[in-house]
């Protein structure tokens, strides 16, 4: 069941929270000893939350909703443990300004969902709801699987490369990162300022829509496009990266577009695009440092060591090299305001393919980065499907600050490309 179904099906008296929660609970409990998306549980408490949800009238548009939050975002009576050993027990006094607000407008908070260790590289014991074989992508892991594998409807992720995008196009779910500053990060573990971003999975449009508007106070009615839209295919200095399987996919999604009357036209690769890749390691390596400088001076040994060379990497990085990288990408996010005149969106792979074997690593950034860098609304679509049988995702990138008009777009691709967004593992009242 879709979060906005879910809601509309309490509102109207026809299910109750408590039964909505419970059916969630027992999902957890059949497929999370092999998932093992969950941080933190709390039943006892999310059916209290639950009944007094039953009890009281209803808050907003999530009222009576099961959601998950990425164990970076410190949640009010749950533990906050940042995939690391030095926040064991550690419980924060508030929710965090997302959590609050989707408490605001009446969802349940189920429990804490696996990150990778600080929103970083080394991960957390999630598996692919599909193939326990393999990565579900990272860092917000845990959201992606639980809502992929029909155990919650709606889930917080945080991304500083690719940490939503990459997951949920892993996982088979839609992965939306808002423009950047547009989702408070008040109560957020940062990871790199320049970046982290507050964002939404879930398995239909709609629900990543109504709970962004939600995070943002928007009552917005998304606008269905009159019009064809136009779209500009990106390939970028990275498609050597690309899979067979992403080439295909990609190419049959803009041909299916075309078909419908949609214009679909390449854009180049500017000369120089590839220092942005250099900028982003450069500078998310001196803001990492930086927001670990507590935890590398008092607990270095219980930092993963792909996480310290980070750190190490971070703290060679002067200031004067910092900025230069800074004013790289403010001099890139004006070419892509530029570039994005009269165009709707660019479409581009969500990922280089499916979800590569191993447990060891959550896959490359190669695919997100770039827009995280340049501050752009994103959202993954599932809309194909590689040599294997996993989910290869299509992103589409819009202008910074036009994220209603990218979601509402997003909306009408699913509605021309697929006829069903809800997964077929889902069992029938979950």
Known sequence: MTARRAAASIAAGELSSQALVQACLERIAQREPQVRAWACVNAEAALREARERDASPAR????????????????????????????????????????????????????????????????????????????????????????????????????????????????????????????????????????????????????????????????????????????????????????????????????????????????????????????????????????????????????????????DAGWAVDYERYIEAVKTTERWRTWFADTLQGWDAIVTPSTNGEAPLGLDSTGAATFQEIWTLLRAPTITLPLGTGHSGLPVGVQFVGAPYGDAALLAMARRVMKELSNNMESERCPSGV
């Open 60 to 311: 907003g548009p999530l009222h009576g909703v099961p959601i998950a939050v990425k164990d970076v975002i410190d949640t009010a009576g749950l533990p906050t443990g940042m995939g690391s050993p030095i926040y064991d027990g550690y419980q924060p006094f508030s929710d965090a300004a997302c959590v609050a607000m989707l408490r605001a407008a009446g969802a349940v908070v189920l429990g804490k969902t696996v990150t990778a260790e600080f929103a970083g590289v080394a991960p957390g014991p999630t598996t692919h709801p599909l193939a326990p074989q393999h990565t579900p992508g990272g860092s917000s892991s845990g959201s992606a699987a639980a809502v992929a594998d029909c155990m919650v409807p709606l889930a917080l992720g945080t991304q500083t490369g690719g940490s939503i995008l990459r997951p949920a196009a892993f996982c088979g779910i839609v992965g939306f990162k808002p423009t950047f500053g547009t989702v408070s990060r008040s109560g957020l573990k940062m990871a790199a300022e320049s970046f982290d971003t507050i964002g939404l999975m879930a398995r239909d449009v709609d629900d990543v829509a109504l709970a962004w508007g939600a995070l943002v106070g928007s009552t917005r009615v998304l606008p269905y496009p009159t019009r064809a839209p136009r779209l500009r295919l990106f390939r970028g200095h990275y498609w050597d990266h690309a899979s067979p399987d992403a080439e295909a996919t990609l190419a049959r999604v803009s041909e299916s577009l075309r078909s419908r009357d949609w214009t679909v036209e390449e854009l180049p690769t500017p000369p120089g695009f590839a220092e942005l890749s250099e900028a982003r390691v450069l500078i998310n390596g001196y803001e990492r440092a930086r927001a670990l400088a507590w935890e590398h001076q008092h607990h270095a040994q219980s930092i993963s060591p792909a996480m310290r060379r980070v750190v």
